[in-house]
Each structure stands twice: as C-alpha cells, then as structure tokens.
C-alpha cells in the first residue's frame, strides 16, 4: 500500500498570500492530522479530522482551516500569511484503535 | 497540560557506540500513549514504536531498545552498536487518552554517529 502523500513538496510563497496544502491518507485510515514544524522544533499540532469531521484543533489563529473529503483526503488552508508561518507542514495518517500516527514528507512552506 | 521534555539537544558518537536518548514526560491522565520518531534529514517522521500507559515492558527490536518507567515518567531509547544511517533527530512524543490523537512532541535530540 502506499504511504501518506502530500503535495506540494515545496512552496514559495509572500505575505498576505493564501495557500492550500494537500493530503492522502493510507487506504483504509479514515483520519488524518496536521502539524506545523518550524526549524529546530517538534511538531506542533494543528487539526485533526475524522469522517469528515474536526475531532481536535491546536493552538492556531483562525487563518488556518482545514476540511476532509468523502475520500478522506485533507486540505489545509492559510490565509493572509506571516514570515512566521514558514515551516514544515506535515499530515499523519492515523490508523484506528492503535492512534499510531503515520507522516508524510511533508510541504516546505517558505514565505517571503 | 502535557509535556515532554527531551534534555539532550544533540549527541555526537562514533560508530559502535551505545547510545541513549532521554524522554521526560508530563501528564495528568492515567490513559496516555508514548511514541518514537525518526526524522532523518529529508524531513519525513519515521514511526519506530508505541507504548501505553499499561505496558511497563521493555521493548527490543534488533538494535533499538526501549525503557519505560512510570515511577520516573521516562521513555528513554537506547541504540546499541550505532551506525552511520542512524544519524539523524529523534523525537518523543506523548498522546493522552481522550484527547484524539494529538501528538505533544519534546523538541528533539540531534543525534550523529560519525565513522
């Protein structure tokens, strides 16, 4: 089976853009998590989505937002964007009854 | 709140070496999961194990290896005979029962093991 995917792989992007990152799960997982990881840190917990549905969010302003398709795909969105949203934006596929999170490659989001 | 604190910013060994990471964890739940990551350096979060709350059993798996100890709130991971391809940074993380699957992670040991 493949493992989580996530596009793109890298974006350049300037303040006050928005921008959509994308997710896959692992066939047969029905909930996914997003992470933030700025440069020299852990992960940071952002949302998580199970059927469709916002089952935790994280300590993030609102201009972050995230859905989950009938496919179980996610998007995350950010809007108006800082220099400090700069960072390693990672999805995890979660497998049910073991809550053991499985990553993706991660988007390398760069604003300027 | 959760937390998990990982002291060792970075280690630096030669090939062979034995080394152990430390995790410190906080919590106040009495249902509560331990995980291990790898995250070598093109970035991607490597799954190397799961605990919960209820197995106190040391794990081993080939070359890795680890301590659980409820008394001290402690996950440490030991690598035995290191190598070169185990370089790379580790990271703890603590998910509380109830709480979903959000993952509070320590901030990482950099570990590298030099030929």
């Known amino acids: 089976d493949a493992g989580v995917t996530q596009s793109p792989t890298h974006l350049i992007k300037t303040r006050g853009q928005h921008v959509t990152l994308r997710c896959s799960p692992i066939?047969?997982?029905?909930?996914v998590s997003w992470y933030q990881q700025v440069l020299g840190q852990g992960p940071q917990f952002i949302f998580q989505?199970?059927?469709?549905?916002?089952?935790g969010r994280g300590n993030f302003p609102d201009r972050f937002s995230a859905r989950q398709f009938p496919n179980y795909s996610s998007e995350l969105n950010v809007n108006a964007l800082l220099l400090g949203d700069s960072a390693l934006y990672l999805c995890?596929?979660?497998?049910?009854?073991?809550?053991?999170?499985?990553f993706g490659p991660g988007t390398r989001l760069t604003v300027l | 709140a959760q937390k998990v604190t990982q002291a060792q910013t970075e280690i630096s060994v030669v090939e062979k070496e034995d080394v152990t990471l430390d995790c410190v964890y906080e919590t106040r739940d009495t249902t509560y999961y331990l995980f291990w990551y790898k995250q070598p350096p093109s970035g991607e979060l490597v799954f190397l194990i799961r605990?919960?709350?209820?197995?106190?059993q040391n794990e081993i798996s080939g070359r890795y290896s680890w301590n659980f100890q409820k008394s001290t709130s402690s996950f440490n991971f030991t690598i035995t005979a290191s190598q070169v391809v185990d370089s790379a940074v580790y990271f703890c993380a603590l998910s509380e029962g109830g709480s979903g699957s959000r993952l509070t992670f320590g901030e990482g040991t950099q570990l590298t093991v030099n030929p």
């Open positions: 066939s047969g997982h029905k909930s």
């Open positions: 995890a596929s979660i497998k049910q009854n073991t809550d053991t999170q499985y």
């Open positions: 989505y199970y059927e469709k549905e916002e089952r």
């Open positions: 605990r919960n709350s209820f197995d106190e």
